[in-house]
């Protein structure tokens, strides 16, 4: 019984984990946005940089929490 609890635990972890691929294409499209955003106005570079940051620093967030979440569920 306790290896099916184990092998379930492994399973619900790594299915948490999908959330990483999801932070990870997040801080593509912000920075490729960033970059389009730049080219397209150059003179707003400071303005656009800090809305990338914070974009960058939510998209991570959640990726920071999926994470967490499986780290839960594998040794909770």
Known sequence: ???????????????ATIGLVGAGAGAGVVFGSLLQAYSRNPSKADALVRYAMLGFALTEAVGLLALMMAFLILFG
């Open 1 to 15: 019984m306790n290896t099916q609890l184990q092998c379930f635990k492994m399973v619900g972890s790594g299915l």
